[in-house]
């Protein structure tokens, strides 16, 4: 019994001198709790669960992580797809993407009821687009207008930022072949002159969520002319404007002003186009009214004879469709949606 009282002592005096400490320190993984001995303190505020531990981690991450230099964060979507209505955009196609581009341009209105105001008679191109790089895409299409093959390049070497650069700028190039027979079958008719070429600069801003604006200072040349007044090389400065009216459709107009005196135009008109683009995933559907009918760059430019404000219009429409092509490109469209979308929850990323 002595023995018994005497160890009950010894454990009260070792428990006494334990509590003159006045603090414990726990050590757990990456966390350091302070831990004190009065009566009112709480003994461990750690917490209970690893997930709150991986919770903290992420925050702290995230707080340390510097946010993004606006120089580098670049504006996307200026326009809905790679065309403007008649003309191009700065938009370029995906790299490993293929899109196919369906257009048509009815006879004018102001043809009466029978020629159904138009819709009797079509003009149709049939063309298609490839990414080989994000920012460099080449196409080839065929027209009914004068039964013309073109081909062109299309680089965008300049994109618009959140800050510092306010511009995107992209260089296009069209040839086009026409194939239909000669008007004069008398004379010596050479294939260089069924050629024509299409040189162009595309200068585009997106001002806001529902603004965008493009100049486009082209020059266009033809090996053969129809008369005396016309001339071979012509200079013409478009205008392209985008209106976001919801989260699917925009509005689009465009204008191009031939420069020059007005002897050498023998008689041909500036070309000019209002549409309405519907966006849907990965297809653009584009109802228009124009008064050109050809549908690549030496045709509409050149030759346009339509008066738009006297009746003389065109109804048409523009599809597009895009697809990928290749193993990884699937995969890598999904990672692309997803930096973006990362980067429109955090703020980051402007004018989407």
């Not at 191009?88 to 009821?113: C, D, L, P, Y």
């Not at 460099?136 to 081909?151: A, E, H, I, P, S």
């Not at 760059?297 to 990928?324: A, L, P, V």
């Amino acid at each position: 019994m002595k023995r018994v009282f005497i160890l009950i002592l010894f454990c009260k005096v070792f428990v006494s001198q334990a509590q003159q400490y006045d603090t414990v320190y726990k050590v757990r993984y990456d966390t350091m709790y302070v831990l004190r001995s009065e009566n009112n303190a709480v003994l461990d505020s750690a917490p209970s669960s690893s997930a709150s531990l991986l919770d903290e981690l992420d925050a702290l991450q995230t707080s340390e992580t510097p946010p993004p230099n606006p120089k580098k964060i670049k504006i996307y979507s200026t326009f809905g797809g790679t065309h403007l209505i008649n003309g191009q955009t700065v938009e370029t196609i995906n790299k490993k993407t293929m899109a196919m581009i369906i257009s048509h341009r009815f006879g004018r209105v102001n043809a009466g009821w029978r020629e159904f105001f138009g819709l009797d008679q079509a003009s149709i191109r049939l063309g298609f687009e490839y990414g080989i790089l994000d920012n460099l895409t080449v196409g080839l299409g065929r027209n009914t207008y004068n039964k013309t093959f073109d081909g062109y390049v299309k680089y965008r070497f300049l994109e618009q930022k959140q800050k510092g650069m306010p511009l995107s700028m992209c260089f296009y190039s069209n040839m086009a072949i026409s194939t239909a027979k000669y008007k004069n079958q008398a004379r010596t008719n050479y294939f260089s002159s069924r050629l024509s070429y299409t040189f162009q600069l595309m200068i585009a801003r997106k001002f806001n969520d529902w603004f965008s604006l493009q100049l486009m200072p082209t020059v266009t040349h033809k090996n053969l002319v129809t008369s005396l007044q016309e001339k071979n090389t012509m200079f013409v400065l478009g205008t392209g404007v985008r209106v976001k009216l919801s989260k699917r459709m925009h509005f689009m107009a465009e204008y191009y002003a031939r420069i020059g005196n007005k002897s050498s135009r023998a008689g041909y008109q500036d070309a000019f186009a209002l549409g309405l683009d519907v966006v849907t995933g990965g297809h653009v559907f584009q109802f228009q009214i124009t008064n050109a009918q050809a549908m690549y760059e030496s045709g509409f430019m050149r030759e346009t004879t339509g008066k738009f404000w006297k009746g003389d219009i065109h109804i048409g429409f523009n599809i597009s469709r895009t697809w990928g092509v290749g193993k990884k490109t699937k995969q890598e469209r999904k990672e692309k949606k997803a930096k973006k979308k990362l980067a429109q929850q955090n703020g980051t990323a402007s004018y989407h």
